[in-house]
Nanobody, 118 residues
Framework: QVQLVESGGGLVRPGGSLRLFCAAS????????MNWFRQAPGKERELVGYITNSGRNTNYADSVKGRFTISRDNAKNTVYLQMNSLKLEDTAVYYCSTTVGSRNRRYWGQGTQVTVSS
């Protein structure tokens, strides 16, 4: 059974940093790219970025490029989201996600709240 569990969220001041974690289980983690999404209050869920299965390639939304970094440790079945220079508008629930299987079913974690506030 595919499980994704995020952690690391919290309250941070503008300009601060947070590192989010996503622990994966129930599938061969190293075979699949991983995504981070976020959803702010009253807004649609948006893609923050993704990382290929090897970890060699990443891509980011323009709104976070240069501030956020996605990495992964395939030995630990964990993907990370390092968030620096946080802004008020980064406040959202952050989700890790992937698609697994022949039908490309998308799986989501439960999300972790990030609040940027002075």
């Amino acid at each position: 059974q595919v499980q994704l569990v995020e952690s690391g969220g919290g309250l941070v001041r503008p300009g601060g940093s947070l590192r989010l974690f996503c622990a994966a289980s129930g599938f061969t983690f190293s075979d699949y790219p991983m995504n981070w999404f976020r959803q702010a209050p009253g807004k649609e869920r948006e893609l923050v970025g993704y990382i290929t299965n090897s970890g060699r390639n990443t891509n980011y939304a323009d709104s976070v490029k240069g501030r956020f970094t996605i990495s992964r440790d395939n030995a630990k079945n964990t993907v990370y989201l390092q968030m620096n220079s946080l802004k008020l508008e980064d406040t959202a629930v952050y989700y890790c996600s992937t698609t697994v299987g022949s039908r490309n079913r998308r799986y989501w974690g439960q999300g972790t709240q990030v609040t940027v506030s002075s």
